[in-house]
C-alpha cells in the first residue's frame, strides 16, 4: 500500500497566504524563499498541509514511495521543517541554531525569530546537496 500524500499542482504560495496566523504565515514564507533559493526548485504542494522541494523515492514498510527531498509546513503548533534533521544522525549545529524542537525526522521552530538563519540555511544547504536521487 502506498502512502496516501502526494504531490499535487497546488499554488503553494495561495496556501501560505491563508494561514490564519500572521506570525507563523511570514515565518514560513521566509522559510519558503530560503528553500527556493537554496534548491533552485520550484516549491511543490504535496497533500494538503505540506510544502516540498525536490523529489526522491524512497522505500519503506509501505513500498517504493515518492517524497519531498525538503520541505515545510506550517502547523498551528510549530513551523515544522522537513529534511534538515536525521534521529540517526544528529548534527551537531543544531546545538547552535537556538530555540527548537526535533522529530524523528522533523526540526519544529515555534517562532523563527528565535532561531540562527544562518545555521538554519547551512542545514538546508547541506541537506539538499546530501539528497539522495540528487
Known sequence: MAIKTKASDRDPREFLAKVPDPRRRADAEAVLEVMER??????????????GFGR???????????????????????LTIYGVHDDNAPDERLSRLGKHTVGKG???????????????EELVRDAWGARPNG
Open 38 to 51: 537554496v534548491t533552485g526548485e520550484p516549491p511543490v504542494m504535496w497533500g494538503d498541509s505540506m510544502i
Open 56 to 78: 526522491m523515492t524512497y522505500r519503506n514498510t509501505t513500498g517504493e514511495n515518492d517524497w519531498f527531498v525538503l520541505g515545510l509546513s506550517p502547523r498551528k503548533a510549530a
Open 106 to 120: 522533523c526540526l519544529y521552530v515555534k517562532r523563527l525569530a528565535d532561531v540562527d538563519a544562518g545555521v538554519l
